[in-house]
């Protein structure tokens, strides 16, 4: 019954590890492409994430083996489900919330880029503007100088 019993805990604390290392490595994360300053502060946040979900998991294991090491062996089968279950949820939850993340950083850079396309657009149009108007104003000032030519020209007659 006591060798069965450590088999169990062993089995366990294997089981826990092999979760605890797959949610160090998500398979699922998406990386967005966008300039280097930004990708390197968003996978800093990723790194300091992982490494606060690790040291969460670890808490977590260490709790799991105190109480498996404290537990009565007819409630361990049961106790193993739930903590499966929950740690199950836990790491679906995270999960979501990373994705959540992840899209709201990909739409933050998304509206940042059509601002700054729109701010070009304005700047393009006020620049057309101005290049009419000094056209135009050169043009008065020619026909200005043309008719005062002619006046001269006319008075010297």
Same mark, same amino acid.
């Given at each position: 019954?006591?060798?069965?019993?450590?088999?169990?805990?062993?089995?366990? /604390? #294997? $089981?826990?590890?092999?979760?605890?290392?797959?949610?160090?490595?998500?398979?699922?994360?998406?990386?967005?492409?966008?300039?280097? !300053?930004?990708?390197?502060? #968003?996978?800093?946040?990723?790194? @300091?994430?992982?490494?606060?979900?690790?040291? =969460?998991?670890?808490?977590?294991?260490?709790?799991?083996?105190? +109480?498996?090491?404290?537990?009565?062996?007819?409630?361990?089968?049961?106790? @193993? $489900?739930? !903590?499966?279950?929950? #740690?199950?949820? !836990?790491?679906?939850?995270? /999960?979501?919330? @990373?994705?959540?993340?992840? =899209?709201?950083?990909?739409?933050?850079?998304?509206?940042?880029? #059509?601002?700054?396309?729109?701010?070009?657009?304005?700047?393009?149009?006020?620049?057309? =503007?101005?290049?009419?108007? +000094?056209?135009?104003?050169?043009?008065?000032? =020619?026909?200005?100088?043309?008719?005062?030519?002619?006046?001269?020209?006319?008075?010297?007659?």
């Amino acid at each position: 019954m006591l060798n069965r019993l450590s088999l169990v805990k062993v089995w366990l /604390l #294997f $089981i826990v590890l092999a979760k605890a290392l797959s949610i160090s490595f998500p398979a699922n994360a998406q990386i967005i492409q966008t300039n280097p !300053q930004t990708q390197d502060s #968003f996978q800093q946040r990723i790194r @300091q994430q992982q490494e606060e979900q690790n040291q =969460q998991t670890q808490e977590q294991m260490k709790e799991t083996w105190l +109480r498996l090491n404290l537990q009565q062996p007819q409630l361990l089968q049961q106790q @193993q $489900i739930i !903590q499966q279950q929950e #740690f199950t949820r !836990q790491r679906q939850e995270m /999960l979501r919330q @990373q994705q959540f993340r992840l =899209q709201q950083e990909q739409l933050r850079i998304q509206q940042q880029e #059509f601002s700054r396309q729109q701010q070009l657009r304005i700047q393009d149009q006020q620049l057309r =503007q101005d290049q009419q108007i +000094r056209q135009q104003q050169e043009l008065r000032l =020619q026909e200005q100088r043309r008719q005062q030519q002619l006046r001269q020209q006319k008075d010297n007659l």
